[in-house]
């Protein structure tokens, strides 16, 4: 059965959701975030959601309030069966959600009631989580309250940072929204009262290592860390950005160089500093950047 929709999304997560539907449905219009300046030169660059629509002929709005009055009425207007929401980066108030006669549809990147709120991807991995999914929600006014209309399981692999776990859950969201919008019928089912976790978004003053934590929290913590803010810590005063890491059984003073290689002593066991950034200098590993900073070992990182 074809329906009308409007997709809602905005980043890179959100593309194989909007292709899934525009493949087998009519999507008549796209909303996402209005164009903004990136980079050192500051250039005004489109969406990817934005791009993909323009390149496909959709018709693209770009509110930059969905308080206005003049925006909810044409939003009406269109008159979709459906709206669907990846990412949007905007709160919709209960007057949007009633437009649909369907609703509004959100793919949410953990299983929920677990993870609800802004980074479930980051949060699930810096928790140590075994595993994760996305949930297509029925939308309502609370933050990922909604009933859960399907959910597809995901494993967190040893070796997912942020950034692969990100990847593999876009790729999930298309095909989840693909099943439901599939589905003769779909059995909402309300989210459970007991398990609920937030994922605040991310502080960069979470970014600064601690390492008299244990190694296996510390690994997952730059694991979720990764590619951005990305986990660091001092050497000599300079700041060296952790990439990767892998915790090994080795004990010894806490945040002081093993004798061997490029390992440092935890709360328990020790990091192996697979690959640093030092600060306006590429990255390597991280044997490399010890020979290249000469330090020894005992010497004693913050």
Not at 80 to 104: E, K, R, S, T
Not at 113 to 128: D, L
Not at 160 to 166: E, F, N, S, V, Y
Not at 229 to 244: H, Q, S, V
């Amino acid at each position: 059965m074809s329906r009308k929709i409007i997709f809602m999304g905005t980043p890179d997560f959100a593309m194989p959701a909007f292709e899934a539907v525009r493949g087998s449905h009519d999507v008549i219009a796209v909303y996402t975030r209005a164009p903004a300046k990136q980079g050192r030169g500051q250039q005004t660059k489109v969406s990817p959601v934005h791009a993909a629509a323009e390149e496909a002929g959709i018709h693209v709005f770009t509110p930059t309030s969905l308080k206005d009055e003049d925006e909810l009425a044409r939003f009406r207007a269109l008159a979709p069966d459906l709206a669907i929401v990846v990412a949007y980066g905007m709160i919709l108030p209960q007057d949007w959600l009633n437009v649909p006669p369907i609703g509004c549809w959100n793919i949410h990147a953990s299983l929920l009631p677990r993870w609800r709120g802004a980074a479930p991807i980051q949060r699930a991995i810096m928790a140590g989580d075994s595993e994760t999914g996305v949930a297509v929600m029925q939308m309502q006014a609370g933050l990922d309250t909604g009933d859960v209309l399907l959910e597809k399981h995901l494993a967190i692999a040893d070796d997912d940072t942020a950034q692969i776990l990100h990847d593999k859950l876009a790729q999930l969201g298309g095909a989840a929204i693909a099943e439901a919008l599939a589905a003769e019928t779909l059995t909402p089912v309300p989210q459970a009262t007991v398990g609920i976790t937030y994922a605040e978004k991310i502080d960069k003053a979470e970014a600064r290592l601690d390492f008299s934590r244990p190694a296996k929290e510390l690994d997952a913590h730059i694991r979720g860390l990764s590619p951005f803010p990305g986990a660091w810590f001092e050497a000599n005063g300079k700041r060296i950005k952790l990439l990767a890491a892998k915790a090994v059984e080795q004990q010894g003073a806490v945040a002081q160089l093993a004798d061997k290689g490029a390992i440092v002593f935890c709360g328990q066991d020790a990091l192996q500093l697979v690959r640093v950034q030092p600060a306006g200098k590429a990255a390597m590993s991280g044997d490399e950047w010890l020979r290249g900073r000469g330090l020894t070992a005992g010497e004693k990182l913050d």
